[in-house]
């Protein structure tokens, strides 16, 4: 198995709303990441868990957290968003090598706030 | 920091056109280079990866071989087909244990029949 599975695909809040995005992998994986992406630029790294404990949070707004229950759940908590958050939220996995990061992307969440 | 620089295109090609779009990186260490592939409304796929100097990745017919002397990873396809249009991004990879993958801006190929 070698996928990454997120839910859900599309998601449609409001600015006062509350809603999670999740991501799980079976690959062992101990590695997991949320990316941001906009239209026709590259994923922008949010956040980093490794070996579930947050390593890297790219100075993102507080209105994204995310959360890793265990080492094959990623979520992603949103609360209060703005409609320039709108975006494609992927989340990915790796192994954690020397030998760099390959990383394993889920299909993403298309995010639009209104 | 590290980075990655690729021609951004738009690159539009006809059928069984040969492809090249370039990458090159800069990188304080000796990085793992990759090409990811994303179709239109999905997520990203990894294409290829080099993990060394001198490495050939190669995946689907694509090709790119890691050079350090240059320190680029060109992305190269003999004959395209309209199922290769999407958006190719190179990225790199800290072999000194971090887990940031550093990706370039992205080339859009377009193949029309």
């Known amino acids: 198995d070698t996928e990454v599975t997120q839910t859900p695909k599309h998601l449609v809040m409001g600015m006062t709303n509350k809603k999670s995005l999740k991501c799980e992998q079976h690959m062992g994986h101990r590695a997991m990441y949320w990316y941001k992406q906009k239209a026709k630029k590259p994923p922008e790294l949010m956040f980093v868990y490794s070996y579930e404990k947050l390593s890297i949070n790219e100075s993102v707004p507080s209105r994204f957290s995310p959360e890793c229950p265990n080492s094959s759940l990623l979520n992603l908590h949103l609360h209060a968003l703005q409609p320039e958050d709108s975006a494609l939220y992927l989340c990915?996995?790796?192994?954690?090598?020397?030998?760099?990061?390959?990383?394993?992307f889920g299909q993403g969440t298309r995010l639009t706030v209104v | 920091g590290d980075s990655v620089t690729q021609m951004e295109g738009p690159v539009t090609l006809s059928e069984e056109a040969f492809l090249t779009i370039n990458c090159t990186y800069t990188a304080t260490g000796y990085p793992s280079l990759f090409w990811y592939v994303q179709y239109p409304g999905e997520g990203l796929q990894l294409l290829l990866k080099a993990t060394k100097a001198d490495d050939k990745g190669s995946n689907k017919g694509f090709e790119a071989t890691y050079r350090k002397e240059t320190t680029s990873f060109h992305l190269e396809k003999g004959s395209v087909q309209v199922s290769d249009s999407a958006v190719y991004f190179c990225?790199?990879?800290?072999?000194?244990?971090?887990?940031?993958?550093?990706f370039g801006k992205g080339t859009k190929l377009t193949v029309n029949p």
């Open positions: 990915a996995s790796s192994q954690l090598s020397v030998k760099g990061a390959e990383a394993f």
């Open positions: 990225a790199l990879s800290d072999r000194g244990g971090s887990e940031k993958l550093v």
